[in-house]
């Protein structure tokens, strides 16, 4: 009984979910109709910086809007982290902030791309655990150590030799072969 009301309250959930990304939709499209006017307005104000500044907040707006709608439709981590990406850019470039304002926003961009680099798993996306290890430098770790596996009798000897050959330049597959012919 209690699962048929979490998944009729789910299906609920995703039918008004897709409802309000319809209404984000359309807010997009006269958001973007309406840079048409703002971009006349700063052709004809040539050389006035505010106009600009305002064209460039409505296109910001606009642009954060289209990443959160890919956010409600895709349902990943990495649409969430390009949101999070646009929102602190815009910030940066649109906004009068302080000097401790904008090296907050750039420390912030800064861990928002060592995340997407080295830390972001597509198995959180995928639900599935395996394979899809990671975009980035976990898939490299993995990589590297899974080459140079060793039968489990020489288990220790197999993991410094993997350490060395890491440590080395990318001949390491060279230099197994030729300590595995020396024994």
Do not use: C
């Amino acid at each position: 009984m209690q699962h048929k009301i979490q998944n009729k309250l789910l299906g609920f959930v995703r039918v008004l979910e897709i409802f309000i990304a319809i209404l984000i939709a359309i807010a997009i499209i006269i958001s973007a109709l309406a840079l048409i006017p703002d971009l006349w307005q700063f052709i004809g104000n040539y050389g006035d910086s505010q106009a600009f500044r305002v064209f460039l907040g409505y296109a910001f707006n606009t642009l954060i809007g289209i990443e959160f709608l890919k956010m409600l439709i895709k349902h990943s981590t990495a649409s969430v982290i390009e949101v999070l990406l646009f929102a602190i850019a815009r910030e940066l470039i649109v906004e009068h902030t302080t000097p401790f304002e904008n090296l907050m926003s750039i420390i912030s961009i800064a861990i928002l791309f060592a995340i997407r680099r080295f830390l972001f798993v597509s198995t959180f996306d995928d639900g599935e655990g395996g394979e899809g290890m990671s975009q980035g430098g976990l898939m490299w770790f993995k990589h590297r150590f899974k080459k140079h596996e060793a039968p489990a009798d020489d288990s220790i000897l197999a993991v410094s030799e993997s350490a060395e050959n890491i440590l080395s330049d990318d001949k390491g597959e060279n230099n197994h072969e030729n300590k595995s012919s020396n024994r």
